[in-house]
C-alpha cells in the first residue's frame, strides 16, 4: 500500500520528473513519426497509436489507482 503522501513525494521526486519528460518526448515523437507516414503502413500506424496512448495512461495515473 502507498499513501498519498509518499506518491506525492515520488511523482516531485527529480527522477521521477525527467522519467516523465522523457516520455512526454516519446510522446510527441511518436505523434511526429504518425502524422509524417499514417496510412503507408496500418500495421505501424497501429503500433504507434497504441505507443502514444500506453505512455498517455501510464502518465495519467493517480494514487487511487494503485490503492486497493
Do not use: C, H
Not at 496500418?42 to 487511487?64: C, H, L, S, T, W
Request: glycine residues 4%; hydrophobic residues 40%.
Amino acid at each position: 500500500m502507498i499513501s498519498k503522501s509518499e506518491w506525492n513525494d515520488w511523482r516531485t521526486n527529480n527522477v521521477t520528473r525527467a522519467f516523465f519528460a522523457a516520455a512526454d518526448q516519446r510522446i510527441e515523437d511518436a505523434k511526429d513519426i504518425l502524422a509524417e507516414s499514417a496510412g503507408l503502413n496500418p500495421d505501424q500506424d497501429n503500433f504507434f497509436r497504441g505507443f502514444i496512448q500506453a505512455y498517455v495512461e501510464m502518465q495519467g495515473f493517480k494514487v487511487e489507482d494503485v490503492e486497493e
